[in-house]
T-cell receptor, first 112, second 113 residues
Framework: QQQVKQSPQSLIVQKGGISIINCAYENTAFDYFPWYQQFPGKGPALLIAIRPDVSEKKEGRFTISFNKSAKQFSLHIMDSQPGDSATYFCAPTGGGYNKLIFGAGTRLAVHP | DVKVTQSSRYLVKRTGEKVFLECVQDMDHENMFWYRQDPGLGLRLIYFSYDVKMKEKGDIPEGYSVSREKKERFSLILESASTNQTSMYLC????????????FGSGTQLSVL
């Protein structure tokens, strides 16, 4: 079983602050690194993803930072808003491994 | 808008019952998946299918079976429900060209009493 370790388990951030969630993986053959966002009562939805040919990808207030040598990637949420309150999952995959490996999830609460 | 529909939002069953969870997608996706979600454990893959009448075991297939008779429909079957199968069940689909980009349904919260 491939290991994916996500941290922290929960996070409280004030409105306007920066939220940072980390994901460490073991399989060096992984080549797709997504973050999924899940609101209460809904299924997860793809938020942003990165391939290992770049070290950073930004989409609006959301940024993925990728560190290949450390086998880690992170989600940064700039100017965090109460509407960002959700559970976030990393789910790396690739290298012939035909399924996503989900982290345990991070519950983010952004307080107004 | 793409859609994955799970037949029930909440389901309460008794120990030993046979339970069917249904999932339908309208995106003509080849790949379909069943996950269970438990607090602190993330999403764990039960079964998946890359084609009609085809199935592959995921990480936790014990106590479950699946059926895919049509491309758009993927059913999860609990042959004899047990209390440790109380969980949130999520169905997902993806296209063959982007198999890692999953689209999820809203989930079925199953309680086995």
């Amino acid at each position: 079983q491939q290991q994916v370790k996500q941290s922290p388990q929960s996070l409280i951030v004030q409105k306007g602050g920066i939220s940072i969630i980390n994901c460490a993986y073991e399989n060096t053959a992984f080549d797709y690194f997504p973050w999924y966002q899940q609101f209460p009562g809904k299924g997860p939805a793809l938020l942003i993803a990165i391939r290992p040919d770049v070290s950073e990808k930004k989409e609006g207030r959301f940024t993925i930072s990728f560190n290949k040598s450390a086998k880690q990637f992170s989600l940064h949420i700039m100017d965090s808003q109460p509407g960002d309150s959700a559970t976030y999952f990393c789910a790396p995959t690739g290298g012939g491994y035909n399924k996503l490996i989900f982290g345990a999830g991070t519950r983010l609460a952004v307080h107004p | 808008d793409v859609k994955v529909t799970q037949s029930s939002r909440y389901l309460v069953k008794r120990t030993g019952e046979k339970v069917f969870l249904e999932c339908v997608q309208d995106m003509d996706h080849e790949n379909m998946f069943w996950y269970r979600q438990d607090p602190g454990l993330g999403l764990r893959l039960i079964y998946f299918s890359y084609d009609v009448k085809m199935k592959e075991k995921g990480d936790i297939p014990e106590g479950y079976s699946v059926s895919r008779e049509k491309k758009e429909r993927f059913s999860l079957i609990l042959e004899s429900a047990s209390t440790n199968q109380t969980s949130m069940y999520l169905c997902a689909s993806s296209s063959q060209g982007a198999r890692e980009k999953l689209f999820f349904g809203s989930g079925t919260q199953l309680s086995v009493l």
